[in-house]
């Protein structure tokens, strides 16, 4: 089993790497690297992995479980690490008032009652005090991105083209969620290129039409360079910084 500092070595070593086929893959469309951001994905991963990320100058993860999220949320609290997670993983109504007090921004807001449930949970967490206590930049706000589904299947998550309207205008009308812009995941055997040109031209229709930010969080260990030639601004890499995910935590 490899020491902290060996995990770390190799962690730094992946970083790199991904960042330099970002790099190529912006220069090829013409971008500026600095114009995207490496997400990390930690799902599974220890907690000591996030301390490692962090000492490698990794500011934001993101992860899919909420009560994984959420214990490790805590204990970057505890240890004073200034690591912020991000919820990339389909939100349950349920658990929108925890997500609430822990998430940096939250990926996959898919239904009118997930942008409710996160400002209702926004508003408890301002009120308990604990958005303070996670180290956020902007406590009285939570970004948000809408997640389009390519296909339309609800299962995998994400909202219909033809929602896409009525959830921009509901994050506007809320109290503490900012519009990040739009997000998606390709369908296993759909074209990423065609799924990620088509995010990107709903996500600036939505930048134009609702004064969002114009965000496109697409791409992931495979298919980053797709994703960036469409013009992504977050790619969420796991597999290609942590390797394989462990069976356990």
């Known amino acids: 089993m490899a020491t902290y500092d060996e995990r770390k070595a190799e962690l730094s070593s992946r970083l790199d ?22 997400l990390p994905v930690t799902k599974f991963h220890p907690y000591e992995d996030l301390q490692a990320l962090a000492d490698c100058g990794v500011t934001v993860v ?8 959420r214990d490790k949320a805590r204990r970057l609290g505890e240890d004073g690490v200034g690591l912020h997670i991000d919820m990339i993983g389909q939100v349950q109504s349920k658990k929108t008032n925890h997500i609430a007090r822990w998430a940096h921004r939250v990926h996959t807001v898919d239904r009118l009652k997930i942008v409710h449930g996160l400002d209702n949970g926004m508003k408890r967490a301002l009120d308990a005090g604990d958005r303070v206590s996670t180290q956020h930049e902007n406590v009285d706000e939570l970004p948000v991105f809408i997640q389009w589904s390519a296909d339309g299947d609800p299962s995998r998550g994400g909202a219909k083209e033809d929602d896409l309207d009525s ?23 759909d074209d990423s290129a065609q799924v990620f040109a088509r995010a990107a031209e709903l996500s600036e229709a939505i930048r134009q039409k609702h004064e969002g930010r114009g965000g496109l969080s697409a791409g ?3 298919d980053l360079e797709n994703a960036i030639a469409a013009g992504s601004t977050v790619v969420r890499v796991g597999t290609a910084i942590l390797g394989s995910r462990p069976v356990t935590l």
């Open 62 to 69: 993101g992860e899919n479980r909420e009560q994984e999220a």
């Open 220 to 222: 992931m260990s495979g």
């Open 17 to 38: 790497e991904v960042s330099r086929r970002i790099a190529r893959a912006a220069e090829s469309a013409g971008r500026d690297p600095k114009d995207i951001e490496l």
């Open 167 to 189: 959830l921009a205008d509901a994050v506007n009308s809320s109290q503490y969620l900012t519009l990040e812009g739009l997000m998606v995941v390709p369908p296993r055997d």
